[in-house]
């Protein structure tokens, strides 16, 4: 799964957490959860635990910590699905 | 860490505390009990002439025992002398049947997840009669502060 795949599955998991519908339509690589798209912190938990489920991967505590932009979690995402396959 | 030592951690006042007793609690759920007192002040309000608990204080209920309890224990075996603060973050709850002035109810929970300081359980509450009242789930961040 190459970079534009992840963050195209990103936006799919992101969309019912946020009501900033301007922001969700232009997502990209510099998009932050919370500055941008105004998601609190018990949601981001829950779109982590999405990411789990949909990329079949698991995220630890120091991961997470770092999730707060579409750049950082999809490095993430890409590197874990990299030990997975490795 | 035994029931009481939860219920000493609780972060209410005498006004706001729907916690009587806590039967049971693992790191798998929590079980606790209260009886809503006939002079508690909103049923002067809710409703005029027929006093009923409103369904935000048998939500509050069940996410003091349910989530609260439950997370200060599980916040409890992983760290020390630490002050918790909670935030209710979402809730979805079904009423079944009111609860009337002087009624005990039981309250049971079972956690979902507890991942990234956020606990999520399911909940129920129970009449005396061993009838379910409410039921749903609720979600809150826990978040362990150094004491001050």
Known sequence: MNKEEIIEALKTIV???????????????NTDF????????????????DIEEKFNIEI???SMAKMLNV???????AQKLEAHAG | MNPQEILDKLPYGKSFLFVDEL???????????YTYAKDLPFYEGHFKNRPLTPAVILTETMAQIGLVCLGIYLLKNMETDQNIAI???????????????????????????????KLSCKVKMENAAGEMVCKGNISGMLISKENE
Do not use: C
């Not at chain 2, 039967?23 to 009990?33: C, Q, S």
């Not at chain 2, 209710?88 to 300081?117: C, G």
């Open chain 1, 34 to 49: 919370i500055n941008d798209l105004k998601i609190n912190s018990a949601n981001l938990v829950d779109i982590v635990l």
């Open chain 2, 87 to 117: 935030a209710m973050t979402s809730n979805a709850i079904d009423f079944l049947k009111p609860v009337t002035p002087e009624e005990k109810v039981t309250v049971t929970s079972e956690k979902i997840y507890f991942r990234f300081n």
């Open chain 1, 15 to 29: 969309q019912p957490y946020s009501e900033e519908s301007t922001a969700l339509t232009q997502i990209d690589e």
């Open chain 1, 60 to 62: 630890d505590n120091d």
């Open chain 2, 23 to 33: 039967l049971h609690v693992d790191e798998n759920g929590a079980k606790g009990t």
């Open chain 1, 71 to 77: 750049k950082a979690t999809t490095e993430i995402i």
